[in-house]
């Protein structure tokens, strides 16, 4: 079968009616089912119209010819016109012509598909009943889900930007919260948002908006579903559900060795806690090249960027209004990432021009501020190239449509192939395509993980008076809460020496608990990586480093499973 840009005209009888294709005999006048014809093709992925050819029962194509063809091509151009009677032009001239053929006229009518900002294109005045879509070789009218969604797609402010005026912060987890915050900080440190209390920040990243009317500020939709809980969420979109499986065996009796839902009440529920929860799980058996950054070994291959990259990818072109919810599946097989509602660009566009348009642009823009995700276009590109690249095999991106719902899946299948670490090593050559947020000269630093030697030198010397601290935090901080403690009340004098001597130390606590993030963050990600290549991360003594983790086992915070040398870190909630 012939795609849209290969149709040829001169092999037209060869072909059948199909998705792309639908003649007309037209030697009536312009039939009704030309619009209909024409609104399917518009809200699809285009097609081509041949008027003056027959369709026989067999699905032989016959050419009829057009008795007057001027004639035709003007009552086309003064009805596509007619709002009355079509919702939008999106024709050009060109795309509108008379040809021959066997000797005969016709008229060729090549309809795009439609930009989001037109859809539904519609016929009549009323989209509810009279917008179509095209399914093999017919035209079916649009289920009212359908409508919604094209109308909610076709607004210039993704949908997920609407104010929740009956809701207030109070439905955010606020642990949620916080690891956001503690990611930002870690890949921003020097941002002015920092120092803003939390309702501040939740404002500057999208996640809540003032309320003109009443000055109270409300969550977001992008709030909602990044940082809320899954109850407040299922009562403003009942049909949402994340789901992550794991099966490590094949067969059709196969069951999950690891199930994360959504809704089974022992976490939050919302997209981040997700996305923290089920990446780790993803790369967790993905095969690492040995390949350095600086003196140490880059766990974060490429292929452990595309797995985080259509995980997020996935969230934010979902239709959380859509049926049958998010779906991450791990098997012996490969990867498969699920979402309802269809893409917003053509596939060609997402694979030819780097086209990139998110259905949740402001979530979107939230996880790329914390280096999840990217924003130059290039995701699609880079996951397909690094899977063929790696695999030796093309990843499947298929939109299909079940009960007028439309469904996106991707598939990254390992088939028989073990990775290719040889041909990896050749894609870290690329500038992490993956993680490109475009950061300012004041909060520019690079990734977590990503720091070349000079970056790391830069740090330590940043932070040799922490480094002195760090050794003996524990002792310092036990002493001086003893001797707060034991103070009495005495001069004026003795009480504002003991204020400055109690800021001092704050200060200084408060310097290291940056620190302590940084560990935390580095083990969550890395669970075995070594103490001395944490220490050199963040520009700390490994004997720093060793106080940091063994406070926070005391703590319960941390804890460690198997050797020294082969176990793992194991970072608690």
Excluded at 62 to 75: A, N, P, R, S, Y
Excluded at 265 to 276: A, K, P, Q
């Amino acid at each position: 079968m012939y795609t849209h840009e290969s149709f040829s005209l001169d092999l037209l009888t060869t072909y059948k009616e199909n998705s792309r294709l639908e003649v007309k005999s037209a030697r009536g006048g312009l039939p009704a089912s030309l619009w209909e014809t024409y609104s399917a093709f518009a809200n699809s992925d285009g097609g081509v119209i041949v008027l003056g050819v027959n369709e026989k029962k067999q699905g032989q194509l016959v050419v009829e010819g057009l008795d007057d063809v001027h004639k035709t091509l003007k009552d086309f151009w003064n009805t596509v016109n007619n709002r009355q009677k079509v919702s939008c032009n999106i024709l050009t001239d060109s795309m509108v012509y008379t040809d021959s053929l066997e000797g005969k006229n016709i008229v060729v009518i090549r309809v795009p598909r439609a930009e989001r900002t037109s859809r539904p294109v519609y016929v009549g005045a009323d989209p509810r009943s009279g917008t179509y879509r095209r399914n093999f070789e017919g035209d079916y009218h649009c289920s009212r889900e359908e409508v919604a969604l094209m109308i909610r797609d076709s607004a210039l402010v993704t949908d997920d930007n609407t104010l929740l005026t009956d809701l207030d912060t109070s439905v955010f987890c606020q642990e949620t919260v916080k690891s956001y915050r503690n990611i930002f900080k870690l890949v921003r440190p020097n941002h002015l948002w920092n120092r803003e209390d939390d309702t501040m920040f939740l404002r500057r990243i999208g996640a809540v908006r003032e309320d003109k009317e009443t000055g109270k500020f409300h969550p977001t939709l992008a709030g909602l579903l990044m940082f809320g809980y899954e109850y407040e969420i299922s009562a403003v979109l009942p049909t949402y559900f994340l789901d992550y499986q794991e099966n490590r065996t094949n067969g059709i009796y196969a069951r999950w060795s690891d199930r994360l839902t959504s809704q089974s009440g022992d976490w939050s529920g919302n997209v981040f806690d997700f996305i923290l929860k089920v990446i780790p799980k993803l790369q967790a058996d993905l095969k690492v090249p040995f390949k350095f950054k600086g003196n140490f070994r880059d766990e974060d291959t490429p292929l452990h960027k595309t797995v985080r990259e259509a995980t997020v990818n996935m969230l934010a072109n979902a239709d959380f209004y859509g049926r049958r919810g998010i779906v991450v599946r791990k098997s012996a097989e490969g990867f498969l990432f699920a979402n309802p509602g269809g893409m917003r660009v053509s596939l060609n566009e997402v694979l030819r021009d780097s086209a990139s348009d998110p259905r949740n642009g402001v979530m979107m823009k939230m996880l790329a501020m914390v280096q999840y995700g990217e924003r130059a276009g290039s995701g699609l590109q880079g996951i397909f190239k690094t899977w063929e690249t790696v695999y030796h095999s093309s990843p499947r991106l298929e939109t299909t449509t079940s009960d007028g719902m439309d469904r996106t899946t991707l598939t990254l299948a390992f088939g028989e192939r073990q990775p290719d670490t040889e041909a990896m090593t050749t894609l870290y050559d690329d500038i992490y395509p993956f993680d490109e947020t475009p950061l300012t000269v004041q909060e520019s630093i690079p990734e977590m993980g990503h720091s070349t030697q000079e970056t790391r030198e830069s740090i330590q010397e940043k932070d040799e008076s922490i480094q002195e601290i760090a050794g003996s935090i524990q002792e310092i901080t036990e002493s001086i809460q003893e001797n707060l403690i034991n103070q009495t009340r005495s001069t004026q004098e003795t009480g504002d020496s003991i204020q400055e001597t109690g800021d001092s130390i704050q200060e200084s606590v408060q310097e290291i608990k940056s620190n302590i993030d940084k560990v935390i963050y580095i083990l969550a990600r890395n669970n075995s990586i070594t103490l001395s290549e944490v220490a050199k991360l963040i520009g700390l003594s490994r004997i720093g480093v060793q106080k940091i983790t063994n406070k926070l086992k005391k703590e319960g915070k941390l804890t460690r499973e198997g050797s020294t040398k082969s176990g793992k870190w194991i970072v608690k909630d």
